[in-house]
Nanobody
């Protein structure tokens, strides 16, 4: 059975940086992503990475500040977050899909079949 375990969350001041990690096991995934959910809000797309070709996708508000990547085995996914803002505060979840999602599905949380429990990121002074 596939498992996804996130780590790396915490409290950081505005302008700071954090790197989240997601260790995956049990399956080989074609598309890997990060979503986040703030209190009282819907879970929203943050970033995605395709295993083949390495194409990346970002939500507009994080472009230029966040970077999604994976290790050589593609079993661990990272989200490097720089220039953090209070509005980035949320629980961050990694998500994976077995196949290569088409562009129109990459941002759709329903397209991902595997999810981690999440890690809290709080941006506050």
């Amino acid at each position: 059975q596939a498992q996804l375990v996130e780590s790396g969350g915490g409290l950081v001041p505005p302008g700071g940086s954090l790197t989240l990690s997601c260790a995956t096991s049990g399956r080989t995934f074609g598309t890997m992503a990060w979503f986040r959910q703030a209190p009282g809000k819907e879970r929203e797309f943050v970033a995605a990475l395709r295993r083949q070709g390495g194409s990346t996708f970002y939500e507009d508000s994080v472009k230029g500040r966040f970077t999604i990547s994976a290790d050589n085995t593609k079993n661990t996914i990272f989200l490097q977050m720089d220039s953090l803002k209070p509005e980035d505060t949320a629980v961050y979840h990694c998500a994976t899909a077995l196949g290569r999602l088409i562009n129109t599905n990459v941002r759709n949380k329903s397209a991902y079949g595997y999810w981690g429990q999440g890690t809290q990121v709080t941006v506050s002074s």
